[in-house]
């Protein structure tokens, strides 16, 4: 783990009793697909009695409602059009990560292969962006997440009280993978899975508009050779320090 440049007390001269200022943390967790965000940011959610939110499912829900629609991955001003136009509700429920629009729910439609590639499209849309960061900023308003995505701690909420970028291994995170699909049933060999991954690294870091990048103050977490629970104890720990410093 890396510290990166962040001071854990740095914000021991904030004001504790700023009324304006959220009583629970906002916890942003960035970083590749298949660096176990999800799995780590339910947990540590779990473990703080906080709302888990998964920002890529977002962006997959309108993915998938792109498709049913039949609009041009390459129009992306109809794409915000659509994102604009719509009422999304997106919420933790029985376990699952659940995403409704306009009612309809899309969750069982989320992680499929068509999805996979349709949402490395619809995220470069810039418009699509602007409609879901601004839900994902009201969702973080009042504390008490842990949310998770590409651009969490450079757009959505920059000045979080824990950042964290996790990040892993290429061919790990291939592996990770390779077996969450392998348990759902869907035959992929592990070289495709690790070209479909190098492919979305691409299209993460290329992106024009909220590309995934480790801002300076996030802590940077490999968690290669870890497990989840040690990860989760590291974001733990973090919050703890953070917590004190702001009440001394
Ligand atoms: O985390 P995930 O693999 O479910 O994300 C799905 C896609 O959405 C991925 O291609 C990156 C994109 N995404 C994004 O651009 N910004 C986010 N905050 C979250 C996900």
Redesign the pocket.
């Known amino acids: 783990m890396d510290m990166g440049h962040s001071q854990p007390c740095k914000h021991q001269a904030m004001p504790t009793k700023d009324p304006a200022r959220p009583k629970k943390l906002r916890i942003a967790i960035d970083g590749p697909?298949g660096a176990g965000?999800?799995t780590v940011a339910r947990k540590v959610a779990d473990i703080l009695g906080y709302t888990y939110l998964?920002?890529?499912?977002m962006?997959?829900a309108l993915a998938v409602l792109a498709l049913d629609r039949k609009i041009s991955f390459d129009d992306h001003e109809a794409l915000g059009e659509m994102a604009a136009s719509v009422n999304m509700d997106a919420r933790e429920d029985d376990g699952v990560f659940r995403v409704w629009i306009d009612g309809q729910e899309f969750t069982h439609r989320l992680r499929t292969p068509e999805t996979d590639r349709a949402?490395?499209l619809i995220?470069m849309a810039q418009p699509v962006?602007r409609v879901?960061v601004e839900i994902?900023r009201e969702l973080a308003r009042r504390g008490g997440v842990v949310m998770?995505?590409?651009?969490?701690t450079s757009v959505?909420i920059p000045d979080a009280e824990v950042k964290v970028f996790l990040t892993a291994d290429v061919n790990e995170r291939a592996r990770r993978r390779w077996v969450d699909l392998k348990n759902r049933g869907i035959d992929m060999s592990f070289e495709e899975v690790l070209a479909e991954m190098q492919a979305?690294d691409a299209?993460?870091l290329e992106?024009e508009w909220?590309k995934l990048v480790k801002v300076e103050d996030a802590v940077l977490i490999d968690s290669t050779d870890m497990s989840i629970d040690e990860v989760c104890r590291i974001i733990v720990g973090l919050c703890e320090a953070r917590q004190r410093c702001s009440t001394v």
């Open positions: 697909a965000k999800s998964d920002t890529g499912a962006y997959r949402v490395k995220s962006r879901l994902q998770e995505g590409r651009d969490i959505v979305r299209k993460d992106r909220g």
